[in-house]
C-alpha cells in the first residue's frame, strides 16, 4: 500500500508536526508513506516538495500570495483572524507520487498550496481520499475557526469574520464551489477531536461523509516522564521553584491563543497569593522575546522555538504545569504532549481539550473566557496535582495506527 500525505509544510506548525508523526509512525509499520508539501524544512528523502524549483519559489508562490491579499482587500472591515480563499494553488495530481499512491492522505493544504480547483482534480482522480481536519476550513466558507457563527451548518454569507453585510459575498461563494466539488464524492473523514467531528457531522458540506474521531499520534518512547530534577538541571532551572510553562505558535500574538486571559490569570494569581511569587517562575516557548510577557507580575524565562522533541520532552517535564488558554482549538500537539509527560494542563474547557483533560485527574478545565476560573485552576492544579497520566487505552499510538490502516483499507 502506498500512502502519500499532503500537507502544506512537513514540520512547520501543528497540523503539520501531526502529520509528520503519523508518517514516520507508518514507515515504522513498514507501510510505503511519503509526504508531498510546498514548503520543505526537514531533510528526510521521503518528504518531497511539489515543485522544486525557483520559479514556484520566488515567483509563483509569492503571486498566490499577493493574489489572496488581493482578494481580502474588498472586505476592508474584516477581523484579523486567518480566512482562505484558496483560489489559486498547485495542480499535483500529475506528480509522480500521486499517481502511484493507492491513499491520497489531506491534511492542511492551504496557505497558498491547493486551491478548491486542485483539491477538486484530486478527487477525480478516483483514489481513496482521506482527509484529516485540522480545524473547520473544509466545511466552512473560508475561515478555519468559526467561533460564534453556525453558518458552516446551512450556508455561509454575510460572513462575521469578513465583516460583509452582503449574503452572497466571498464566503458564500467558497461555500457553494466546495459543496459542487464534493458532492457525489467518497471522502473519509478524520477528525483529531470529538468536537471537531461533531461540527463536522453538523457541517452541511460534510454530514453525509463518512466522518470518523481518531486522535493525533506521537512517539510514546520521546514523550514520557522522566525525573524533573534530571530536566531541570538540562535546562539550568531552580530545582527549588515551580515552573508553569505556556506556549505555542505566536503564543502571544494570536487572539485564539487565549494570551489576554492567561495575562489576566497571573495577574489575579499574584494578587490573591502574593506568597506565590517567590515560588513559582514562568516558562515560555514557541514565542521570542516579548515585552509584554515580561511586564507579568513573575519571573519569566524564555526558551524560544523548539523543533527537537527530545529538547521539547525535557521542557515539559522539568515544569510543574503547562497552562493551555486557547479560545478555540481542536487537539493542541502541546497539550498532548505534556500529559503524556505527565506534567498536568490547565486550559478553558473547549474543543478537544476535554477528550485529554480529565478535570481535576490530570488537569483543570476552567470556564470559558473566565480568568478567575483559570487563575483557580492553576493555583489548584500546583497544589495538588504531580505526574499525572493521559488516557493511555484512547491516546495509544499502536491502536491510533490501526484505526487509520481500517480506513486506508475499507
Not at 514507515?27 to 526537514?42: C, R, T
Not at 518528504?47 to 508562490?61: P, Y
Not at 453556525?150 to 461563494?173: A, H, V
Not at 459542487?180 to 460534510?206: P, Q
Amino acid at each position: 500500500m502506498k500512502v502519500v500525505h499532503v500537507n502544506t509544510s512537513d514540520i512547520r506548525g501543528g497540523a503539520a508536526i501531526a502529520a509528520h508523526r503519523l508518517h514516520k509512525s507508518l514507515l515504522n509499520e513498514n507501510v510505503d508513506s511519503k509526504m508531498l508539501v510546498m514548503n520543505k524544512d526537514s531533510d528526510e528523502k521521503e518528504v518531497i516538495k511539489a515543485k522544486n524549483n525557483n520559479f514556484e519559489k520566488h515567483i509563483l508562490s509569492k503571486i498566490r500570495v499577493l493574489i489572496k491579499k488581493a482578494i481580502l482587500s474588498k472586505y476592508r472591515n474584516r477581523k484579523d483572524i486567518i480566512f482562505s480563499p484558496a483560489k489559486f494553488g498547485l495542480d499535483i495530481t500529475q506528480n509522480k507520487i500521486i499517481q502511484e499512491a493507492d491513499v491520497i492522505h489531506l491534511h492542511w493544504v492551504v496557505g497558498g498550496y491547493l486551491s478548491l480547483n486542485s483539491l477538486d482534480k484530486l478527487f477525480s482522480l478516483n483514489k481513496k481520499i482521506v482527509w484529516t481536519l485540522h480545524d473547520m476550513w473544509s466545511f466552512t466558507g473560508g475561515c478555519h475557526y468559526s467561533g460564534t457563527c453556525d453558518k458552516f451548518t446551512n450556508n455561509c454569507g454575510n460572513c462575521p469574520i469578513l465583516n460583509s453585510s452582503k449574503e452572497n459575498d466571498l464566503s458564500r461563494k467558497i461555500f457553494e464551489k466546495k459543496s459542487k466539488i464534493y458532492n457525489d464524492k467518497n471522502l473519509n473523514i478524520i477528525t483529531c477531536s470529538n468536537w471537531l467531528g461533531e461540527c463536522a457531522k453538523e457541517s452541511k458540506l460534510l454530514k453525509n461523509k463518512n466522518v470518523n474521531v481518531i486522535p493525533n499520534v506521537l512517539d510514546e518512547n520521546i514523550f514520557k516522564h522522566i525525573d524533573q530534577n534530571i530536566a531541570k538541571d538540562f535546562l539550568n532551572l531552580d530545582k527549588e521553584k515551580k515552573y508553569i510553562l505556556f506556549g505555542a505558535m505566536n503564543s502571544t500574538s494570536d487572539p485564539r491563543k487565549g494570551w489576554d486571559y492567561l495575562k489576566k490569570s497571573l495577574q489575579i494569581i499574584n494578587d490573591k497569593y502574593p506568597d506565590l511569587k517567590n515560588e513559582v517562575e514562568l516558562l515560555v516557548f514557541g514565542a521570542s522575546y516579548s515585552e509584554d510577557v515580561k511586564k507579568l507580575p513573575f519571573n519569566v524565562k524564555f526558551l524560544g522555538r523548539f523543533s527537537d522533541e527530545i529538547a521539547l520532552s525535557l521542557i515539559y517535564n522539568s515544569a510543574d504545569l503547562f497552562v493551555a488558554p486557547s479560545l478555540e482549538d481542536n487537539l493542541p500537539n502541546t497539550v498532548l504532549e505534556s500529559l503524556h509527560c505527565g506534567t498536568p494542563v490547565a486550559a478553558f474547557d473547549i474543543g478537544g481539550m476535554p477528550d485529554m483533560i480529565e478535570h481535576k485527574e490530570n488537569g483543570y478545565l476552567a470556564e470559558f473566557k473566565s480568568s478567575d476560573n483559570l487563575a483557580k485552576g492553576i493555583v489548584w492544579s500546583l497544589d495538588n496535582l504531580d505526574k499525572v497520566k493521559i488516557n493511555e487505552k484512547y491516546f495509544n499510538k499502536d491502536r491510533i495506527i490501526n484505526d487509520i490502516l481500517e480506513i486506508y483499507k475499507s
